[in-house]
């Protein structure tokens, strides 16, 4: 018999918050062919995950005036990304308040 963490084919299994960041990563660097700065938050939703992905937008010398990117993507409970939008871009040096 499998298990939740090893079958995710079976509907109604989510893939675990790790995969979901593995997903998020892989699947948002194919659509944009930007690097990735990191994951800031990945939460559980009824239909999957959503994460706040920050992206490079465009790189600067030096790295402190880069512009960067925040995303919000959503995937499904499989891992498969239904949905991205960017909420924001900012320089990288800035510090929130």
């Given amino acids: 018999m499998a298990t939740k963490d090893s079958d995710h084919d079976a509907p109604g299994d989510r893939i ?17 062919k930007r690097p990735l700065a990191g994951v800031t938050a990945l939460k559980p939703t009824d239909q999957g995950w959503t994460a706040q992905v920050e992206v490079i937008e465009i790189e600067r010398i030096p790295d402190t005036t880069s512009v960067m990117a925040s995303y919000r993507v959503d995937l499904d409970e499989s891992g498969e990304m239904v949905a991205y939008e960017r909420v924001g871009r900012y320089a990288r040096g800035r510090i929130d308040r």
Avoid: G
């Avoid at 675990?16 to 659509?31: G, H, K």
């Fill in 16 to 32: 675990s918050m790790a995969e979901a960041q593995d997903a998020v990563t892989a699947q948002l660097t194919r659509m944009l």
